[in-house]
Every structure is written in structure tokens, then in C-alpha cells.
């Protein structure tokens, strides 16, 4: 199987009441940044590239003044992710709390 590095807009999702409120990570390709979308053959090609996109100014700058996943104020943070296939959003079907 391939494995593509694409630029997603990740953010974090309320999954539900329990334990006193839950969230989970989910991601949506960027595609007005499809130019900087790589496939590889290779699992640790494909890490290396994402590595290197993370630390790079373009995604700095892409994120500059946005707030972390984690704030209540955040629309989201750009990053590279590896995914095995074409970039997709994901996850691809919501989690449930067990």
C-alpha cells in the first residue's frame, strides 16, 4: 500500500458526555494546498517528508495566530499527515466512548 503526505486543517471534536466530556482528533485535507501532497512507496519516506513540512516557515506561517487544538478558541492547527492511500479526512467514522 501507498502512503501520501498531505496538509490537513486538524482540529478536535466533542465525542460525547461521558467521563465528564470526551474529544477526539479529526483532520480534513487542505486542498488549496494539494501542490505540497507527496506519495511514497515507503512508510519512513513518507514520516520524513511530514517531518520535515511540520518544522518548515510555511506551516508556521500557515498557523501563526491560530490557537491550539486544545483551546476552546481554535478553528483548527495545518499539518502534515501521513496517511496510507489518498488523503481522506478522518477518522473515518466517529468514535464511541467504551
Known amino acids: 500500500m ?3 503526505v498531505a496538509i490537513y ?3 478536535r471534536a466533542y465525542g460525547g458526555p461521558e467521563e465528564g466530556g470526551w474529544w477526539y482528533e479529526c483532520g480534513e485535507p487542505a486542498l488549496e494546498f494539494a501542490a505540497k ?3 511514497f512507496a ?3 519516506d513518507a514520516y520524513r ?3 520535515k513540512l511540520n518544522r518548515s516557515p510555511f506551516i508556521e506561517e ?3 495566530g491560530r490557537p491550539d487544538i486544545n483551546s476552546v478558541l481554535s478553528q483548527g492547527q495545518y499539518s502534515a499527515e ?4 489518498f488523503p481522506a479526512p478522518f477518522p473515518v467514522t466517529k468514535p ?3
Not at 82 to 85: P, T
Request: charged share 35%; hydrophobic share 25%; no cysteine.
Open 49 to 51: 517528508y511530514a517531518e
Open 82 to 85: 501521513v496517511r496510507e492511500g
Open 37 to 39: 501532497t507527496r506519495g
Open 9 to 11: 486543517l486538524v482540529d
Open 96 to 98: 464511541h466512548y467504551e
Open 42 to 44: 515507503r512508510e519512513n
Open 2 to 4: 501507498a502512503y501520501t
Open 62 to 64: 500557515l498557523n501563526e
